[in-house]
């Protein structure tokens, strides 16, 4: 006999086809000491819709002329998701999510904020995925697999961002000038640079952020002043003055 397929959710409720030779007549199929609900059956198969179980049960299909050889039936759990990273990322998507999580080798399916992608199972604990575009905001992400569905964590889609200005706009070429930074968007911001150069930073808000200047080679020198975000970069309009 061959079970069609031969792994189900716990929950139970997974049509399986039981194929094979003089089957007709079947008057019960068990699932180890539970009974399966027969809904099809002619002389090469029984079909029939799972009990709820755990582990590795045996399926037996009893007919007139006795019962039929076991064939084992591997029950699934459903799958755990603990996260997701990054857990933010730009509207036109693109970047890879990593899932984590248990119970997810059987994945079949991924779905961001509702629209589908197919995931590449890397382990039974991880899961990638290539983000979706769709608009700002905050997306359910909902793993698939064999044994269910979970969709307990999110992806938040964050817009570019928009640095309008900053004070003071002069500092010495020493470095260590505290500037706020203002615009929007900037909640997830990742980076700050001076001419390039990475700066040292704190989030205040979705519209500020506070840098501290780095240090920078002797002489008057203007350099832009650019913030990076999981939704993207901007740059300031005004350019800081190295004196």
């Known amino acids: 006999m061959l079970l069609t397929p031969s792994d189900g959710s716990t929950g139970g409720g997974d049509t399986v086809t039981v194929t094979g030779t003089d089957l007709g007549g079947a008057t019960s199929v068990y699932f180890g000491?539970?009974?399966a609900a027969i809904t099809g059956n002619t002389a090469t198969s029984v079909t029939v819709v799972s009990p709820?179980?755990?582990?590795?049960?045996p399926v037996v299909v009893a007919t007139a002329g006795g019962p039929s050889a076991p064939q084992p039936l591997f029950y699934i759990?459903?799958?755990?998701?603990?996260g997701v990273s990054p857990s933010s990322g730009p509207l036109t998507g693109g970047g890879?999510?990593?899932i984590t999580g248990r119970h997810l080798l059987t994945a079949t399916a991924v779905s961001i904020g509702g629209s589908?992608?197919?995931p590449t199972v890397v382990s039974d604990t991880t899961l990638q995925v290539t983000a979706l575009a769709q608009a700002a905001g905050v997306a359910a992400v909902a793993v698939t697999t064999r044994g269910g569905v979970a969709d307990d964590v999110f992806f938040t889609y964050v817009a570019p961002p928009s640095v309008t200005g900053f004070a003071p706009i002069t500092g010495l070429t020493t470095g260590g000038t505290t500037v706020a930074i203002t615009g929007t968007d900037l909640l997830t911001t990742t980076g700050v640079t001076f001419g390039g150069v990475p700066a040292a930073f704190g989030v205040i808000s979705d519209t500020q952020v506070a840098a501290i200047t780095p240090p920078h080679a002797l002489g008057a020198v203007a350099v832009a002043v650019a913030v990076?975000?999981?939704g993207g970069s901007d740059t300031a309009p005004a350019t800081y003055l190295y004196l």
């Open 52 to 57: 709820a179980g755990s582990g590795v049960v």
């Open 77 to 82: 759990p459903p799958p755990v998701v603990i």
């Open 96 to 98: 890879t999510l990593v």
């Open 228 to 230: 990076t975000t999981t």
């Open 116 to 118: 589908s992608v197919t």
């Open 33 to 35: 000491p539970d009974e």
